[in-house]
């Protein structure tokens, strides 16, 4: 994909050479176990999850982690990065990655299970309504979002960039604009976990009424 198919920068960003740097400081055996705990809290209330796709998948550290708790997990990921989507390619079938923008992905179908955790910060504000929509397109039980939450909209420095970090109340923002949809469970994880540390974010899973 070139960067003249980009309606934004921050899409721009992420799949140029930051979206590659990005990938050597995100993997690691105790990301892949964090992950893991993660995933057993935020789907304590989910059932019968046989499918999922991620939204912004990177190298997959978080489908990997899901493969542990849903052995015959039917995994998708969408990633705008090349670099990331090839490496996504070591365990997952080509047709299973859509190397591109989650604004222009067209679901063809559903899964039980939609993904998206540290991606939603990175979008531009205005068309987050867009992404919103994508997500619940794609569902047909569960959508899991994983973001710096703030109560109201503010745009912070990322690694001396800006405008390339926005945090706000994702998750109400869809259930105020999606009325199909309800909130099931929600938590935080925090970066100073001794045992299990992730990112100082906030988890909701949403579900279809």
Known sequence: MTSEKFRTEQEQFWAGEFGDEYIDRNKSQQLLASNLVF????????????????????IGMNLRALHFLYPELDRHGIEINLSAAE????FLPKESIYNQS???FQPERKWDLVLIKGVLIHIN???????????FESTSRYILVG????????SISYRGH???????????????????????????TYHRDPSFPQDDMTWFLLGLK
């Open 147 to 154: 973001e710096y939450y703030n109560p109201s909209p503010v």
């Open 87 to 90: 490496e996504l390619c070591s």
């Open 39 to 58: 995933f057993s809290k935020a789907l304590r209330h989910a059932q019968n999850v046989n499918s999922c796709i991620e939204f912004g998948a990177n």
């Open 162 to 188: 800006s405008e390339r970090l926005f945090k706000r109340d994702f998750a109400g923002e869809m259930l105020d604009m999606l009325p199909a949809l309800q909130l099931l469970d929600y938590g935080f």
């Open 125 to 135: 504000p205005k068309y987050l309504e867009t992404a919103y929509r994508k997500l």
């Open 102 to 104: 989650l604004l222009d």
